[in-house]
């Protein structure tokens, strides 16, 4: 008996060739206007755990989106910028053409067993399967995802009712369940719909610019948690001039903190 | 009559050549080995916003930092990796020798009117000179600031006497005075002594792996921001396997958000 792959391992598949690693935009994570952020973030990331030299796990991701992808082929261009003992420091452009359409950089280190004590716990909320599953639709990388809201669900009435608060909380999981690893993870870290809808109720254009990821699992943790839920969250922080930013956390269903993001994305009006 | 440059100026001075900038660590901004990771962070968004090719002010600022500068040279490298028409992203290197000590990407943009309305609001404090200074000794750049610390002040008795909470939060301003600009802005974005120090009141080797700002500021706010002080905090939210993280905001003391800003340290043990 064969087994069609997830469609997640189908879009970060990348063929290497001469230290670049070629990749195309997924229909099955197609956003309003190219690919889902967090699918082109994970294509980042794989093409660095891929890479020959690599050393230890992630630490610490950025990209930064520069273009929309337009559908089709890129290629991914990472390289050791430098290599320490127990630390790696990558830099990294994803191409489309002539055009840089993501940077990004990461820092991979081998950890070592230290003091540990979590400070962002996972907050008290039922579990998983005790809520129901959030119905989503529009576009397609939706329905990679089985989404249960405990806190700040898209607005139901789109009549500009301003909140003060954009905290939105929810379990979530890919669908089909896939094991998590770190580019999955790092998928996960984009789900949240844009905080400055949750704030106007309004509907805008809008485009995340830069990600981060911290990552506080290892992969270890990672396999443990397999293919359960994540709790995830994310809070607005400073709206204005176009742009607004957010801070968010992920914890695995037995409450560790997996990794915590933030992201800035701009806003037409 | 004649005035000495300012510190910090004199930090900040580069000398363009064909693209690329260069510098030197500064004796004023030392810090335990090399120079504080702000003044590095600062040095290249200097190099960035001096560059002449430069759209808009900035968004978005990662500083990756890959080895302890050694005092002395340094060669600043960045380069526009995309250009749209209202925003700019950039990568940059940090250059000693044969080594890169430092990686960055930023995002620039020209800014719009849009709707605002910041949700990381001030906490309700008593005003800057109603805080005693508080005296901090052992590196030379912490004589740089003028700081009045609010909660979470370094431990008084190294006994290892944990605490659950790594909130810090202070008053901070450039000593002598000085008028805010990004770069600046940017440099006190990375005053926090190591949370990790705090929660356990045990001292442990400690250092900034990747440092990102965002801006929510204009250059008309900072300019109006002057020599005032800022109130800043941040804290932590994941530590374990040699790395921690923290998130923090700074406003001024008109109570405005101007940036916000995230870490993860390395520590020893």
Do not use: C
Not at 190 to 204: E, I, Q
């Amino acid at each position: 008996m064969s087994e069609a792959p997830h469609p997640f391992d189908t879009a970060i598949a990348l063929q290497a060739e001469g230290g670049a690693f070629h990749g195309s935009t997924s229909p099955a994570y197609a956003n309003m206007i190219g690919p889902y952020g967090g699918i082109t973030a994970a294509q980042a990331l794989a093409a660095i755990l891929q890479h020959p030299d690599r050393l230890g796990e992630p630490i610490a991701f950025t990209i930064n989106f520069a273009a929309a992808l337009a559908d089709g082929a890129f290629e991914i261009r990472p390289r050791a910028a430098r290599t320490n003992r127990s630390t790696q420091h990558w830099t990294l452009e994803i191409v489309q053409g002539d055009g840089v359409v993501a940077t990004a950089t990461a820092v991979t280190a081998t950890r070592r067993e230290t003091w540990s004590g979590h400070e962002a716990e996972m907050p008290e909320v039922p579990r998983p399967l005790d809520v129901p599953r959030t119905p989503r639709r529009g576009v397609e990388w939706l329905n990679r995802y089985d989404m249960r809201f405990l806190a700040g669900f898209i607005p139901r009435d789109w009549k500009g009712q301003e909140t003060d608060d954009s905290l939105t909380r929810l379990w979530v999981r890919d669908d089909p369940p896939r094991p998590l690893d770190f580019a999955s993870l790092t998928a996960a870290a984009d789900v949240f719909f844009p905080r400055v809808w949750l704030r106007r109720a309004t509907f805008t254009p809008i485009g995340t610019v830069s990600m981060s990821v911290y990552f506080h699992a290892t992969s270890e943790q990672l396999q443990a948690t397999g293919d359960g839920w994540l709790l995830v969250q994310a809070k607005g922080q400073g709206f204005g001039g176009g742009y607004f930013d957010h801070s968010g956390q992920l914890w695995n269903e037995a409450g560790e903190l997996l990794a915590t993001t933030h992201q800035v994305v701009y806003f037409k009006e």
